[in-house]
Each structure stands twice: as structure tokens, then as C-alpha cells.
């Protein structure tokens, strides 16, 4: 089992940044990929971020790239969320989220592939 705490979030003007983290405890010695999504009122939970157990792969949603940055720190178990630039539209609960990988390069955009979910953190970005 992996245990998942996010923080970081609040609230913000638009123009603004906001960085996420996203604790993981338990079972970590384990390889897992790590994501975050995100999921508006009204709205499905969609992708934002994702990034390889070993770090040197990740991806980010069209809608966020050049503006959210994810990182991660495998001495601390934590993964970050650098989001800059931010807009009304990025007003969301963010949800940080674990799978297992046999790869350490792998990493995941559906929210089917990740076994742990966080319990989130909500970003308001006021206009």
C-alpha cells in the first residue's frame, strides 16, 4: 500500500504559480510512475502531469504545457507540481496519483493505470 498526501494548493491570482507536492509513504521502495490530475466542478478528471520512477520521462497535458512543470524527488518520496502562469481555467482539485511500473523510463496518462490516489488539494485561480 502507498499512502498519498498532497499540498501546496490555495488560492491565487491569475498570472499567479502555485507549486503542488505530493508525499508518498508506505510500501515506496517500490518503482512507481507518478501523475496528477485534475477535475473541475461538472467535469471529468482529466490528465495534467505525469513522470517516470526514475525521473527522465515525463509528459504533460497540451492545455498546461509551457506552464506546469512536474518533478520528482525519490530521497523524499514526493513529486511536484510547478504550475506557473495560471489561469481561471486551472481552477480545480488536483489529485496526485501512484502506479506501479516494471520500467523504470515508463510512465502513465490514464487515470485507469494508477493504483493510489491522493485526496487532493483545490486551486483557485480568481480572474
Known amino acids: 500500500q502507498v499512502q498519498l498526501v498532497e499540498s501546496g494548493g490555495g488560492l491565487v491570482q491569475a498570472g499567479g504559480s502555485l507549486r503542488l507536492s505530493c508525499a508518498a509513504s508506505?510500501?515506496?521502495?517500490?518503482?512507481?510512475?507518478m501523475g496528477w490530475f485534475r477535475q473541475a466542478p461538472g467535469k471529468e478528471r482529466e490528465f495534467v502531469a505525469a513522470?517516470?520512477?526514475?525521473?527522465?520521462?515525463?509528459s504533460v497535458a497540451d492545455s498546461v504545457k509551457g506552464r506546469f512543470t512536474i518533478s520528482r524527488d525519490n530521497a523524499k518520496n514526493t513529486v511536484y507540481l510547478q504550475m506557473n502562469s495560471l489561469e481561471p481555467e486551472d481552477t480545480a482539485v488536483y489529485y496526485c496519483?501512484?502506479?506501479?511500473?516494471?520500467?523504470?523510463?515508463?510512465?502513465?496518462?490514464?487515470?485507469?493505470?494508477?493504483?493510489?490516489w491522493g485526496q487532493g488539494t483545490q486551486v483557485t485561480v480568481s480572474s
Open positions: 508506505g510500501r515506496t521502495s517500490s518503482r512507481y510512475a
Open positions: 496519483a501512484a502506479g506501479f511500473v516494471f520500467v523504470g523510463s515508463y510512465y502513465y496518462t490514464g487515470a485507469s493505470q494508477y493504483d493510489y
Open positions: 513522470i517516470s520512477w526514475n525521473g527522465g520521462s515525463s
